[in-house]
Each structure stands twice: as structure tokens, then as C-alpha cells.
């Protein structure tokens, strides 16, 4: 019996090396769609599409129409079963997650256009087009393949293929996408407001969403533009020069990239091309779980849902009484966003278990590219360690580390890690190490079975826990000679406050965010939660009477809206924020009428009031910052600042310019408005984004230098997000120390007295620029000694 089942084991094996295999060769040329699920998806869809697209071609050339302009673009390819396939690609591309109806025209419609480009310049130019051809590297997405022969056409030929205006594609992208619907069932068009707009969003229909859940070989429609690498990426030596060794990238990922050709940053591209360097690998045990809690529907460790939650009954007296539709219109509500988020967790959970399935056994790279604001991330989309906590349990470093040597010991950092994924980060280190130790049984019970002893499921990061569980379970068995594989990280805590501490020097503000040494971790967010029941308790108001009763004013509700306020966080931010988890708290029950949003934004003041009070450096630097923004915004000119590693930033937003598009959108006659930047400064968001981007740059700074400076000590392997900091075990105090360091090193500049008078040298002469407002006297140098402010 044994023998039959390893028999059936290894066929099983072989047909989905087979598979793959099949597949791959296709990716290599560019061929995703022509893989056997695909085509069976596509062949079904396209008959679909035309027995209405042929049939709406037809009467829009014999008699006039307000959609009929549309017939321009979709003339312009003239097999009807190649306008039916771009125009079916075009959208399922775009519908992984729900999209804004306008964009996703739009794209439609570049496609059909793209497509009639490059046919233009095989047919006038066929001589050039091969050379071209010849020229490109052959791994290309076709979209990039188009671009290349388009732009090297006008390089050496002076010859340009005109372009049709943006309203005429979006015309027809609008049409295509009305036909489709119709046609197939695919997709579905809904409403969502968002703020006070109202916003079309098209998303998959639940039958595709299921039938692509459930296919993970459908590689075409999930694999991401940019993979991993399967060998070392180029080493970045200019902003067009480093990343894929085939695919074209830029280091920073910003429009106007002439303002970055005369910086000088050596620390930027020595760490980037560090961070880049450490090859990873796929966590196969965590795999093998997850693919099969996956294929089993099993709801385990957070994993999203197998099934939809459906709508309420509607009342039966829905049409007579207003209280009964609006109650069913509220609950209906809250279910369709429920399950529109649904969706999207599990197409992710698909595309991932995809790409882990496809580079298992591989040592595999993340090229590295930046933001404008210097932030580093891995350029290959959702298998990365700066992905989902699914994502990162899937993976693992692919050179492994002792544990411990005669000189380094790495199992008190390594202990801490698994009591962090467990959710224990608030305690002290001493008390996190005597939980794992206590626990040690339940601990090493999930790793030999994590589907009967479901202990790991209870962590606040259940599969980065079992993926510790794992590790932990083979160290006590291994025992000194164990090397260690995963990544072993450190978190700041609360870092755009610490950030904002060290700048203006302020003490109160350090204390709250573990700036400052102690004995034990400080949380800023139970001291806001504390501060807003206490408030509450004199607030006789009505939502003050309502949220004293409803029990959920805790450390979790406030978190969210807290953390943002480094990040020029509004008043409406916060709401949306404190809604969020609101809504994160009722789990699968709707919650009560009065939890509305009007109730979310009360909250959300009481939290500013709370927090304003405790980290006072933060307003002051908030206000600051936008008032010299809005110094230099009335003068046309964007703020600017060069940070210590010679990173620069161009806080830039143009106002934009709006066309309106007026076409039929199935029987409703529908506005739709193409945004385009002018020249023009849009002050109101250089204000508002002013103090978000410089808090953003100056952790991405404080990485950089931490990446370079912990490499010259010996730290070889990284997993970084932003403000968290992986390597590991052993090599996790040498991080810690060089973290700290780096901070006190950066901060010991007046970065905000630079900025001053970078912008003074910009504006006119007469024009004042008030100085920083220092809070106190506060010693960066002291968070060199505090254990807490990354653990």
C-alpha cells in the first residue's frame, strides 16, 4: 500500500514537473496567455465577446451613435478574433484587484491602439522593425517589446507612429468593456464611495474569482511583470544601469529623473546593491502547509475564506418601509465590502502559492529599486520579503548561519522572534524569552503537526510563527551545530515619532517611543488608548456615551489611527483609520447601527487630541513643515532637501489638468475624466504630502547607512521593510548596534535647519523662513544605549 502511494506520489510529481516545464518555456518568449488553462479561459471568452462585439460593429457602421467613435480605434485591427483577444487580456490583467472603471478603459483602449502601432511599423518599416527586433532582449513583456521597437523607430529614424488622443481610446476602452460584461459574466462594475466621490470600480465576478483561486496553474493571469531572479542581480552603478540583466528598470522610480543627475550617493547605491545581493529561498515546509490548508479550503492562520458571505433576505415589506430598506441597505453594504476584500486575498493567496510553487528548490534575487523619497523596495511583486506575512513565511535566506559560535551567541535574538510573530513585542526581552521557553512544548507540537495542534494559529502573525516553530523545533534537535535559515528581524517602534523626537530634540516624545533607554518598552499606543478612556469618562456628548459603553476603545482601535500621524494624517484619515478597525473588530458580524462613520471620526479626534499631548514633536514639526512648503508653494517653487547620504528629494505635485469624456456606459449615460499634470503647483498637496515624504526619506536614510554599515561588520544576509530590520540570528546585535548608531549619526545633523536653508537659497531674497521650532534639548547621541528602540 505504502509502495503504491509513493508510486502515485511520483507520477503526481512528474506531471507538474512536466507542466511546468511546458510553461516555462512559454514564459521565456513571452507567452503567458498560451499555457492550457489559459487558452481553455481564452477560447471560451472570446466566441463570448463577439457574438456581441460583431453584431455592435455592425450597426455602428451603418448608423450614427453617441458610442459609435469607437469604431475608429476598433477599425484599426481588422481580425475580429485578435481585437476580441486584446481586448479580453487587456481587462483580466486588470481586474486581479477592483480598478477604477476609467483607468481600466483607458488601458483597454492603449492596447488596441499599442497593437496597431507596432503592425504600422512591421508593415512601412519591416527592414528597421527587424533589426529592432534583433536588438531586444527576447525575455520582454510584450508591452515593453512594443515600446522598444516604438521609441528605437524615432531614435534612429526621426519617425514617430502618431497616437490616437486619450478621450478616443478611452471611447472605445468604455465600449469593450460594456461588451464584455455583457457578454461574459467575467466582471462586474460597482460603486464605492470614497470620500465624498463616488467612484466606479471594476472587479472580478465571483465565478471568476473563484475558478482563479482555484487554479494556480493559470500563470499567465497571475505571474507579476517583474520575478524574482534566479541569479544575482546587475549591481546598480547609475540610475539606468543595475537590477534585471534583461529587463529594463530605472533606480528610482520617479518621472522627472533629471533632477537626480548630478547627485552624488554612494552609501544609496552600495546599499542598495547590498541589500539586492542575498539570495533567498522557498520555505518548503511552510509551503506544503499552506498548499494544503489552500486546496483543502481549510481556514487556517488567517488564510482567506473559501466562500463568499451572502447577502441578507431582503425584507419582505423592502418597497413600504424605509427603516427596513435602509437597515437591509446598511447590512448589504457591509457585506459587499466584506467580500470585495475577500476577493482580493484570495487571488493574492493564488499568485503567491503560484510563484512559490514554481521557484521552489531555486536560490532566487530581489532587484531593488527606489521611491522618490529614497525608500528601497523589491522590485518583483508579491513573492518578496517586503510582501504580505504570507509572503515572507514562504521564505527563508538561502545561505544558512550558525546559531551560535565561541564568539556570538544568536539564540536569545532568535527566542524573541517567535515570541514578536506570536505578538508579545509590548513585553519586556526578559519575559518574551520565559514564554517561549514555558511554551516550548505547544511550540515544537505545531512543528511536528500543525494541523492537530493548532497552537500556532492563536499568534498575531500565525505563519510567520509556524515558520520559527519550524526552525525552533529543528535548533532543539540540532543544538549547537544547527544553522539558521530564517530571517530574524527587529522592528522600530513607532518610528515616524521617534524620527520626529530626534529632530526636534524632544524628550517627552522620545520616552514615549523608546528613544530614550529603559528597563522595559514604552507603547505609545495603550498610552493614547489610556488617554482617550480617560477623556471619555467626562465626555457626556452622544458618540462620548456611546463609545464609553461599547467596550472597544482599547490599544488596537487606536493604533492604526496613531500611527499615521507622523505622516501629515487628517482628521478624515484618522476616521477612515479608526473604521477600519472598527470593522476588523466585528470580524464576521456587521456591526451595530450606530458604528458609523460618524462615529469613526469622533474617535478619531479624541485620538488626536490624546496623542498631540503625548508626542508633542510631531504637531510642531507637522506645522512647521508645511508652513515653509507653503512658503516656497506661493512662490511656484517645490520644497526641496538633500539628506546626509546625498539622496535627493523634490517634494513636487502639479495640479492636474481634467478632460471630460462623455460616452454610454450600458443603457446609463456616463462622464468619465482623464487627469493629466500641469505645470501649474498644486500647493494644497505639497502641503499636505510635505510631512509624509520627509519622514518616509529620512527612514529610508537611516536604512541606507544601517545596510552599509552593519555589511562592513559582517552581516552578509538581509529582510528589510522600511523600519524592520532582518538577518540572521547570530548577526542580529551587530544590526541592532549598527541601527542605532546610523540614527545617531544622521540625526546628529540639523537636517531640519538644512532644510531652511536649502529653501532659502531658492526663494527671493526678501522672503523669510521661520527656523525650526527645537522642543528641548534631548541628546541624540543617548539612543546608542536604548535596547528597546528596535526589538
Request: aromatic share 8%; net charge neutral; proline share 5%.
Amino acid at each position: 500500500m505504502v509502495a503504491k502511494s509513493n508510486f502515485l506520489a511520483s507520477i503526481k510529481e512528474k506531471t507538474k514537473a512536466k507542466y511546468w516545464a511546458s510553461v516555462n518555456k512559454r514564459l521565456e518568449v513571452e507567452k503567458e496567455t498560451d499555457t492550457s488553462v489559459g487558452r481553455l479561459l481564452v477560447k471560451h471568452t472570446v466566441g463570448l465577446l463577439r457574438e456581441h462585439l460583431d453584431p455592435w460593429l455592425d450597426h455602428a457602421v451603418k448608423s450614427p451613435g453617441r458610442r459609435h467613435s469607437a469604431v475608429d480605434v476598433f477599425s484599426l485591427i481588422d481580425d475580429p478574433d485578435l481585437l476580441a483577444v486584446l481586448i479580453i487580456r487587456a481587462i483580466l490583467d486588470g481586474v486581479s484587484q477592483p480598478r477604477p472603471m476609467t483607468n481600466l478603459a483607458l488601458r483597454v483602449g492603449t492596447a488596441i491602439e499599442q497593437e496597431a502601432r507596432m503592425r504600422e511599423v512591421k508593415t512601412t518599416h519591416p527592414e528597421m522593425y527587424k533589426t529592432l527586433r534583433k536588438m531586444m532582449y527576447s525575455n520582454r513583456c510584450e508591452d515593453r517589446q512594443a515600446k522598444w521597437v516604438l521609441s528605437g523607430l524615432k531614435e534612429l529614424r526621426g519617425i514617430t507612429i502618431p497616437r490616437l488622443p486619450s478621450d478616443t481610446r478611452l471611447r472605445a476602452g468604455l465600449v469593450a468593456l460594456d461588451l464584455f460584461v455583457q457578454s461574459t459574466g467575467l466582471v462586474e462594475v460597482t460603486k464605492e464611495k470614497r470620500g465624498k466621490k463616488l467612484v466606479r470600480l471594476v472587479s472580478g465576478s465571483d465565478a471568476l474569482v473563484t475558478w482563479l483561486s482555484k487554479a494556480h496553474e493559470a500563470h499567465e493571469l497571475l505571474r507579476p511583470l517583474l520575478p524574482p531572479m534566479t541569479s544575482p542581480p546587475v549591481d546598480w552603478t547609475a540610475l539606468d544601469a543595475g537590477g534585471y540583466k534583461s529587463l529594463p528598470l530605472t533606480l528610482i522610480k520617479k518621472a522627472r529623473q533629471k533632477i537626480y543627475d548630478d547627485m552624488k550617493a554612494p552609501a544609496v547605491y552600495s546599499a542598495t546593491n547590498i541589500l539586492q545581493a542575498t539570495p533567498f529561498t522557498i520555505n518548503e515546509k511552510v509551503l506544503e502547509v499552506m498548499t494544503e490548508c489552500w486546496e483543502r479550503s481549510l481556514e487556517l492562520g488567517g488564510l482567506p475564506t473559501a466562500e463568499l458571505m451572502p447577502f441578507p433576505n431582503k425584507p419582505l415589506d423592502i418597497d413600504t418601509n424605509p427603516e427596513a430598506r435602509k437597515e437591509y441597505g446598511r447590512q448589504a453594504s457591509w457585506v459587499r465590502s466584506y467580500n470585495n476584500g475577500q476577493k482580493s486575498r484570495r487571488l493574492h493567496i493564488a499568485q503567491l502559492l503560484s510563484l512559490a510553487n514554481e521557484y521552489s528548490g531555486y536560490d532566487i534575487w530581489m532587484p531593488v529599486t527606489l521611491d522618490f523619497r529614497g525608500r528601497m523596495y523589491s522590485t518583483p511583486g508579491v513573492l518578496n520579503p517586503m510582501s504580505s506575512s504570507f509572503a515572507k513565511s514562504l521564505l527563508q535566506f538561502s545561505k544558512g548561519m550558525p546559531m551560535q559560535t565561541d564568539a556570538e551567541d544568536g539564540e536569545e535574538a532568535f527566542r524573541l522572534h517567535g515570541a514578536n510573530a506570536w505578538g508579545l513585542s509590548r513585553w519586556d526581552i526578559e519575559s518574551r524569552i520565559q514564554w517561549t521557553h514555558a511554551n516550548q512544548e505547544e511550540i515544537v507540537a505545531c512543528a511536528k503537526d500543525p494541523f492537530s495542534f493548532q497552537f500556532w494559529m492563536r499568534g498575531e502573525k500565525p505563519w510567520e510563527f509556524l515558520a520559527w516553530a519550524f526552525e525552533f523545533a529543528d535548533f532543539l534537535k540540532v543544538g549547537r551545530g544547527f544553522l539558521n535559515h530564517l530571517p530574524i528581524s527587529v522592528d522600530c517602534s513607532n518610528n515616524g515619532c521617534q524620527i520626529w523626537s530626534l529632530l526636534l530634540r524632544d524628550e517627552k516624545t522620545a520616552e514615549a517611543t523608546n528613544v530614550l533607554a529603559g528597563d522595559s518598552p514604552q507603547d505609545l499606543y495603550q498610552l493614547v488608548a489610556d488617554a482617550v478612556i480617560s477623556a471619555l469618562d467626562g465626555d457626556h456628548s452622544e458618540f462620548g456615551l456611546i463609545w464609553r459603553n461599547s467596550g472597544l476603545v482599547d490599544r488596537s482601535l487606536v493604533k492604526t489611527a496613531t500611527m499615521i500621524i507622523p505622516y501629515s494624517a487628517t482628521l478624515q484619515g484618522m476616521g477612515e483609520a479608526v473604521h477600519t478597525s472598527m470593522l476588523s473588530k466585528a470580524g464576521d458580524s456587521p456591526l451595530p447601527p450606530w458604528s458609523n462613520r460618524r462615529a469613526a471620526y469622533y474617535m478619531a479626534g479624541l485620538i488626536r487630541e490624546a496623542a498631540y499631548d503625548i508626542i508633542p514633536a510631531v504637531l510642531k514639526g507637522m506645522t512647521w513643515m508645511r508652513d515653509v512648503t507653503g512658503i516656497c508653494a506661493d512662490n511656484s517653487i517645490p520644497l526641496e532637501w538633500t539628506l546626509p547620504t546625498g539622496f535627493r528629494v523634490v517634494n513636487d505635485y502639479r495640479k492636474p489638468r481634467y478632460k471630460s469624456v462623455q460616452t454610454w456606459m450600458g443603457e446609463a449615460y456616463t462622464t468619465s475624466t482623464i487627469a493629466s499634470p500641469s505645470r501649474q503647483l498644486a500647493k494644497g498637496r505639497c502641503r499636505q504630502t510635505v510631512t509624509a515624504n520627509f519622514t518616509h526619506s529620512c527612514d529610508a536614510a537611516v536604512l541606507h547607512n544601517t545596510i552599509v554599515k552593519a555589511h562592513d561588520c559582517g552581516v552578509s544576509s538581509f529582510a528589510v521593510v522600511h523600519d524592520s530590520f532582518g538577518t540572521h540570528a547570530l548577526k542580529v546585535d551587530t544590526l541592532q548596534r549598527s541601527l542605532r548608531s546610523s540614527v545617531a549619526q544622521l540625526f546628529s545633523h540639523d537636517l531640519l535647519n538644512d532644510i531652511r536653508e536649502q529653501a532659502m537659497s531658492l526663494l527671493p531674497d526678501k522672503v523669510e523662513v521661520p527656523s525650526p521650532p527645537l522642543v528641548g534639548d534631548l541628546d541624540v547621541s543617548c539612543v546608542t544605549n536604548s535596547t528597546y528602540f528596535a526589538s
